[in-house]
């Protein structure tokens, strides 16, 4: 389940803010770049909080296992789009593509197990219980004890908010602590705020993945995504947002752009065939929207898959 907490926003973040550079990111004085998931070079006390990135260009995939520390929580945050498996000590968690901007929260104590395939790029906030105790997000520290699982979600805001500290003020850990501290309460708060709707079921989520991967290259309105699954267009929309974190119209892109990547990766078809074969109009508009979910052209991707290769 991915649910988005940003307040309507009229353009796309990825318009607003440069993408994220390729490449790990070198140790500063307010990220450091991740010897193993998760795992600060230093220890986090209770009453601190600590930056680092996780990211790979390619490579064959990962599987990784790490456990939060009892006394801070750590929060996840997808700085590009990426296909990855979750799994608790309890159950699977997720499994599928996370679009940029999913967040996942780990509390005190969790066990958490993930396999991932590159390329991939994700911001870790570090951030011991006492900090969260000021901010009044948690208990005190002595009553803090291991909460349910929670699923990831998706919020552009905070995306934003990443994506700004690591291109504008690297070097100035100030910054970088007001910035963590707010990504930390877009992540953490919207716990004491989830939404009331219920989110779509699975097994409507399911119905409608097949038909969006059989009809990807036809043009999909509102009216057949929800008629696909039995729903009204209004109760559709807006189970679907709560579910996934997208309004539909958005998740129909990002799919279509998914389904271009491994395209433009397994052949040599021209771009504006590629634009063709999963439903854009125009080649302009397939650049335009691949841009904004991938961080980069159509053209530009496809020769770093190439060069990977």
């Known amino acids: 389940m991915l649910i988005d907490t940003s307040s309507e926003t009229r353009y796309p973040i990825a318009d607003i803010l440069p993408p994220v550079p390729a490449g790990p990111l070198e140790s500063n004085g307010a990220i450091f770049e991740e010897r193993r998931w998760r795992q600060p070079e230093e220890s986090v006390g209770a009453d601190d909080i600590a930056l680092s990135r996780w990211s790979a260009l390619g490579g064959n995939d990962r599987t990784e296992s790490s456990v939060t520390p009892d006394h801070c929580h750590v929060v996840a945050l997808a700085l590009k789009a990426a296909r990855i498996s979750l799994w608790t000590q309890s159950k699977p968690l997720f499994e599928g593509s996370v679009p940029p901007g999913t967040i996942l929260v780990t509390t005190p104590g969790q066990h958490l197990r993930a396999r991932i395939s590159p390329p991939f790029d994700f911001l870790h906030v570090h951030v011991g219980n006492r900090v969260l105790c000021e901010e009044g997000l948690v208990p005190d520290d002595d009553e803090i004890v291991p909460r349910r699982e929670f699923p990831p979600f998706r919020d552009t805001l905070a995306e934003a908010l990443g994506r700004s500290l690591l291109h504008e ?89 998914e389904r271009a990547k491994m395209i433009l990766a397994t052949t040599s078809m021209p771009l504006v065939e590629v634009a063709f074969s999963v439903g854009f109009n125009a080649q302009a508009h397939f650049s335009t929207v691949f841009k904004r979910f991938a961080g980069k052209s159509p053209a530009q991707w496809k020769q770093e898959c190439q060069c990977a290769a």
């Not at 003020?169 to 309460?185: C, D, G, L, T, W």
């Not at 696909?228 to 892109?253: D, I």
Request: hydrophobic content about 45%; some cysteine.
């Open 169 to 257: 003020h690297r070097s100035q850990p100030e910054y970088a602590n007001v910035v963590a501290k707010a990504i930390v309460m877009r992540a953490i708060g919207r716990q004491q705020t989830e939404r009331r709707c219920w989110a779509l079921p699975k097994w409507r989520m399911k119905r409608l993945e097949q038909y969006l991967t059989a009809n990807i290259d036809r043009r999909i309105t509102l009216d057949d995504m929800a008629a696909t699954v039995g729903l009204s267009k209004m109760h559709f929309a807006a189970q679907f947002r709560v579910a996934t974190g997208f309004r539909p119209h958005e998740y129909l892109l990002f799919k279509r752009i």
